[in-house]
């Protein structure tokens, strides 16, 4: 039971976006002292090796996210923001979608009503996405823009192999994209407010 339980807490961590695959490696090469105070070393390895394998996805980016983001980059009010999504092989990141449309609401809404299958069985969708941010510095000090990249991963409704595949996969899609100015990551609806992303971004907090 308790090794099941320590299995399962290094997938629900890293699938939630809140590490990556170095941590982990880490943890394998020093065989960690927390998980070795329940389990022998070589059970430890064994199961952090497992985890590593399974998170070491070889998903590639589509050409066409990149040129989408680049069409974003020039600012010319063609494209707000663009959504991304793992294929349903989930062995690519594709475009799902790009907007001109500057309502933040809307945005949002996608993000929570999207949705990601596994085996038959569907719940909420983790997506990535970038946003042409822009906002009003304090004291009327000035305009300033920045591109956000988002990762959204929901915290309840979700299944496990979509956000385990979309946590590891993450930094693929950000390498490939020259020129992101701030990164949120955001697990729960109130995380993709206007005003919590708002403050996040002018802070790069998150």
């Known amino acids: 039971m308790v090794r099941s339980s320590i299995f399962f807490a290094i997938f629900s961590y890293v699938a939630g976006g809140r590490t990556d695959l170095t941590f982990l490696e880490q943890i394998r090469v020093s065989k960690s002292g927390f998980l070795n105070a329940f389990l022998e070393p070589s059970i430890t390895t064994r199961y952090l090796d497992t985890a590593l394998t399974c998170l070491s996805f070889s998903v590639s980016v589509s050409p066409e996210c990149v040129s989408a983001f ?27 979608e790009t907007s001109s449309d500057s309502d933040w609401e809307k945005f949002q809404s996608k993000l ?86 708002l403050k996040d971004v002018t802070k790069n907090r998150r």
């Open 70 to 96: 680049n069409e974003l980059k020039l600012g010319k009010g063609t494209i707000k923001y663009i959504i991304f999504k793992l294929s349903d092989d989930y062995k690519q990141i594709v475009v799902e």
């Open 112 to 197: 929570m009503n999207a949705k990601a299958g596994y085996k038959g069985k569907e719940g909420k969708g983790p997506r990535y996405a970038v946003y042409d941010f822009h906002y009003e510095l304090e004291g009327g000090e000035g305009h300033r823009s920045k591109i956000t990249f988002i990762s959204w991963s929901p915290d309840d409704g979700t299944l496990v192999y979509p956000r385990m595949t979309y946590a590891s996969s993450k930094e693929a899609l950000k390498n490939a994209l020259n020129g992101i100015a701030a990164e949120i990551q955001a697990n729960r609806d109130d995380e993709i407010e206007y005003e919590t992303v």
